[in-house]
T-cell receptor, first 110, second 114 residues
Framework: GEDVEQSLFLSVREGDSSVINCTYT??????LYWYKQEPGAGLQLLTYIFSNMDMKQDQRLTVLLNKKDKHLSLRIADTQTGDSAIYFCAESISDYKLSFGAGTTVTVRA | GAGVSQSPSNKVTEKGKDVELRCDPISGHTALYWYRQSLGQGLEFLIY????????KSGLPSDRFSAERTGGSVSTLTIQRTQQEDSAVYLC????????????FGPGTRLLVL
């Protein structure tokens, strides 16, 4: 299957941590990605994780991967107003094809 | 160039007209991809190029859609006889090669068919 599912909305207070969750279906996916899309802009690659890893940390971003449950999460520490955007989870389903979720709209409130 | 560029950034057209969308990939990237993003939905894969050839066109919604790539660089996505349901953001991405290389996206072309 090629379905990637994400919750559609997340509201978080500035300074708190945000956690965006994603489930995927293709157990053979080698890479899983998080992309960020700001209003009117294209997709910006935030981070990715190789499927043999459980966790990857990059500054304020932490990616957790649970292969058994096919669950991927992105944690943003100390969320800022500039983090307001749509976040897309994606899995590689072939050498060239990515399957994307519908995106989680993150709203950061003061 | 520094990143993937697309033109035009916005396009409004009348139903039944043809449109051409252009993508300039990152210099040296051999793989190029087209996606469509409809309102409130994720990205839908349309087609990808390895060099100038398109091994997988399976995502093209209908025979009104076609794409080409010349010189291993610029690609054009053409939609003939546009319909209102073609209204979407068309995103282009490129990667150094396929084999699960990271895809870098352009800003997209917002197409509105009236």
């Amino acid at each position: 299957g090629e379905d990637v599912e994400q919750s559609l909305f997340l509201s978080v207070r500035e300074g708190d941590s945000s956690v965006i969750n994603c489930t995927y279906t293709d157990s053979s996916s080698t890479y899983l990605y998080w992309y960020k899309q700001e209003p009117g802009a294209g997709l910006q690659l935030l981070t990715y994780i190789f499927s043999n890893m459980d966790m990857k940390q990059d500054q304020r971003l932490t990616v957790l991967l649970n292969k058994k449950d096919k669950h991927l999460s992105l944690r943003i520490a100390d969320t800022q107003t500039g983090d307001s955007a749509i976040y897309f989870c994606a899995e590689s389903i072939s050498d060239y094809k990515l399957s994307f979720g519908a995106g989680t709209t993150v709203t950061v409130r003061a | 160039g520094a990143g993937v560029s697309q033109s035009p950034s916005n396009k409004v057209t009348e139903k039944g007209k043809d449109v051409e969308l252009r993508c300039d990939p990152i210099s040296g990237h051999t793989a190029l991809y087209w996606y469509r993003q409809s309102l409130g939905q994720g990205l839908e894969f349309l087609i990808y190029f390895q060099g100038n050839s398109a091994p997988d066109k399976s995502g093209l919604p209908s025979d009104r859609f076609s794409a080409e790539r010349t010189g291993g660089s610029v690609s054009t996505l053409t939609i003939q006889r546009t319909q209102q349901e073609d209204s979407a953001v068309y995103l282009c991405a490129s990667s150094l090669r396929t084999d699960q290389e990271t895809q870098y996206f352009g800003p997209g072309t917002r197409l509105l068919v009236l």
